[in-house]
């Protein structure tokens, strides 16, 4: 190996900073990416590949009426004369422009596979054919008019549109997604019809509200169709600041079948949605059983889509069934707002509704201007070829023989009768037969024409109020051939409500209803045994724990819990833990304070009046409507002070009730004597002298009090027997009846 030699001064080094080298040169990525590749320019609502797509096609003479050529040919010249980039990635965005249910507006006319609203792509470009859309016509009307920039392709050999012309504001009526570096863009598609009348309304009105445009032009118009969720203030704050989202759902009605079955049969689905995956998804919820009121779906769709969703049961409400799968699947799909585009094809800007229909207005000043100077200079010099020839028709004799005679009949006629040079070259280019008596009559005509033609166009370029006329004529028309009453242009996205259906109401017929039995230990923790189970005491428990209380419920059941604070807890028994295992500590369900206990537990019952009362002998009366809460953090039901805590909650299920001290002392007084409350301290229910409370029963007197000792034996007296200790609210009480348990408890 030969030895090394380092660098020698005279080579061309320069040291550069790393990170200053890096940053350079990842913000001219960046800035390529949002300039030529992300962002849209907000005049013609195209991206580079799109504008060089319809332009490579319009040099092919791809018009709406021409024959189709291959797109291997269109994507071929794209790429060798304007868009340096991959083949696919170019196909790509000519399919798209291509696809009725990608496009609100389809560009290109597309012959062949170009793929389906299934996910299904297109067919290989050397199979498919296109050729322009009038709309594409439109985008590219007058731009070998001089209405456009230009500027050099990539290898500096042609030139390309820096801008299409755009007749249309075809930014909001095909909408636009990117993503660049550091920014995005997601413009949904409108209806040109409404777009019209909204940049009209402009025209006459500068100073117009978002408001007011929105009441021409409510809003998104998708492609696929679907029914638009939203409140009007949201709507007008996300077009206001160019930021938000649409809640877009999908068209759906009830179709009645044989003795009284009936189905959900779906015919639209959200924008940019492919069916094969929501069905694959709605199939896994099914086998995942996560949709206990649908039985099965099927897609029968051909040209239309046809998506039939039945019941399990023709009782299910075919509401509160769809609800269910608007949640969990996408039939139901937020669509972003975010307005960024190029402003005046430079800055990217996130704009209004209204700043985007003024960029696009004022675009078409600009166009239509550069098109009115284009055609003047053309009358300008048709005129003074008109001129050349009308002198001819005066001279004619002269002029043949200065043709026939003279060594330089260019310069002779020139001299002999002050032609310009252009003049004096078409003078000899023309044809002998075009010197008839006609032709000269053809040409005053056509003077004429011509010179009030100047004049028209003089006094366009002259008057601002004018050239907003031209443009709003232009409008006009555009409207008339795409108006809601063609098929291309009637709406196709609607606006609705969402069905008032409570959230609590759809959670609860998520889950599949089976009956089970909640246990609960003395330390706290909770499980859901499938089935009624009679004898939970022979479960097992951690270590020294054991049952504390067992009750029946549903898995749609809520389960409140009192705490010794005096907050209630909501939680959900399809949610709980299953019985297989000791289940799970309710404080992992719960927000229940450090060092507090639970108090009570028990299903919720809609309507079910509670006794809630807490250790130093205090309560009231609260319906279990206002004890279910949605969050972990629970509500405060008792109010109470420190030594004291909730102590118990029972049915209200009476008209008496009956309560004992930690001193035996029972009292019954009339249940009417005690508040019904949200939430608070209570009323004294009990005096005491020593301890606090131990139990509280609520019954009804005319069927007595009945109670459990601790071996399991019941005692009962009846109404007439409990005379002795019947008084009133916070009265002290007499020691409890014969057969009482030691403990103080009811059982």
């Not at 920014?183 to 409108?190: K, V």
């Not at 998104?220 to 638009?228: A, E």
């Not at 500590?585 to 927000?591: G, K, S, T």
């Not at 009962?716 to 009133?728: A, M, P, T």
């Amino acid at each position: 190996m030969g030895k090394h030699v380092p660098p020698s001064p005279k080579d061309n080094f320069e040291p550069v900073n790393l990170r200053e080298a890096l940053e350079e040169r990842y913000f001219a990525y960046a800035l390529s990416t949002i300039m030529g590749r992300a962002l849209p320019d907000a005049r013609d609502g195209l991206k580079p590949v799109h504008r060089r797509i319809l332009y490579g096609m319009h040099i092919l003479r791809l018009d709406p009426g021409a024959a189709f050529k291959k797109c291997a040919k269109i994507v071929g010249d794209v790429m060798g004369s304007f868009h340096p980039h991959g083949d696919q990635a170019i196909y790509e965005a000519l399919v798209r422009l291509a696809q009725d249910f990608s496009s609100r507006y389809p560009l290109i006319d597309g012959q062949g596979n170009f793929g389906n609203i299934d996910g299904d792509g297109a067919a290989a470009y050397r199979y498919t054919e296109a050729r322009m859309t009038p709309v594409a016509g439109l985008l590219l009307e007058g731009i070998d008019e001089d209405a456009v920039d230009f500027r050099e392709n990539y290898s500096g050999d042609l030139k390309e549109p820096v801008v299409l012309p755009a007749a249309l504001p075809n930014l909001l009526s095909n909408g636009a997604q990117g993503i660049a570096v550091g920014m995005a863009t997601s413009i949904p598609p409108h209806n040109l019809a409404e777009l019209c009348d909204a940049a009209l309304h402009l025209i006459e009105h500068k100073n117009a509200t978002t408001a007011e445009l929105l009441s021409l032009a409510p809003g998104p118009d998708f492609p696929t169709g679907g029914i638009i969720v939203e409140s009007r203030e949201s709507i007008t704050e996300a077009y206001e600041s160019g930021r938000g989202s649409f809640r877009l759902r999908a068209r759906w009605a009830k179709e009645e079948g044989a003795r009284g079955t009936w189905a959900a049969v779906v015919t639209e689905i959200p924008y940019m949605v492919q069916k094969s995956k929501l069905i694959e998804r709605i199939a896994a919820l099914l086998n995942e059983k996560k949709l206990p009121s649908v039985a099965d779906v099927r897609d029968e769709s051909a040209e239309d889509i046809r998506i039939v969703i039945e019941p399990r049961a023709r009782t299910v409400g075919p509401e509160m069934m769809m609800e269910q799968l608007f949640r969990l699947t996408e039939l139901e799909s937020r669509f972003p707002l975010n307005m960024n585009m190029l402003a005046d094809g430079v800055v990217p800007r996130v704009l209004s509704l209204k700043d985007a229909l003024r960029q696009w207005l004022a675009h078409r000043r600009d166009v239509l201007l550069r098109r009115a100077r284009h055609r003047h200079a053309e009358i300008i010099r048709r005129l003074e070829l008109v001129a050349g020839m009308l002198v001819v028709f005066l001279n004619l004799d002269a002029v043949i023989r200065i043709i026939r005679e003279a060594d330089d009949p260019r310069q002779e006629l020139q001299v002999r009768f002050s032609l310009s040079e252009a003049q004096a070259s078409y003078i000899l280019d023309t044809r002998l037969r075009s010197l008839r008596r006609l032709e000269e009559m053809q040409l005053r005509r056509e003077s004429s024409e011509l010179a009030k033609e100047r004049r028209e166009i003089e006094a366009l370029l002259a008057s601002e109020s004018r050239q907003w006329k031209k443009i709003a004529a232009e409008i006009r028309d555009l409207k008339k051939k795409y108006g809601p009453n063609t098929e291309i242009g009637r709406r196709r996205t609607s606006f609705g409500n969402l069905p008032d259906i409570a959230d609590a109401d759809v959670t609860e017929a998520m889950i599949e209803r089976e009956p089970v039995t909640i246990v609960v230990s003395e330390k706290g923790w909770i499980r859901a045994l499938k089935g009624q189970v009679a004898d939970p005491g022979s479960l097992q428990f951690k270590g020294d724990d054991s049952l504390a209380a067992s009750f029946f419920a549903e898995t749609t059941s809520k389960i409140l819990v009192l705490s010794s604070d005096g907050r209630i807890f909501t939680l959900d028994a399809g949610k709980l833990p299953g019985g297989r295992g000791q289940g799970e500590p309710v404080r992992l369900m719960a927000d229940i304070a450090e060092g507090e206990k639970i108090a009570g537990i028990f299903p919720y019952v809609p309507g079910k009046k509670m006794l809630a009362a807490s250790s130093d002998g205090r309560g009231f009366v609260a319906s279990q409507d206002e004890m279910v809460g949605g969050t972990r953090k629970g509500k405060l039901l008792l109010n109470v002070a420190k030594p004291a805590s909730a102590a118990l909650i029972v049915p209200a299920d009476g008209d008496h009730a009956a309560v004992i001290g930690e001193n035996r002392k029972l009292l019954v007084f009339p249940l009417i004597q005690l508040p019904e409350m949200a939430r608070g301290k209570g009323v004294r229910l009990q005096k005491y002298k020593d301890g606090g409370l131990s139990d509280a029963k609520v019954f009804y007197l005319i069927k007595g009090l009945s109670w459990k000792d601790s071996a399991g034996r019941m005692f009962h007296l009846e109404g007439r027997e409990l005379r002795s200790w019947i008084g009133n609210r916070a009265e002290s009480g007499r020691l409890p009846p014969k057969g009482f348990p030691r403990n103080n408890r009811f059982g």
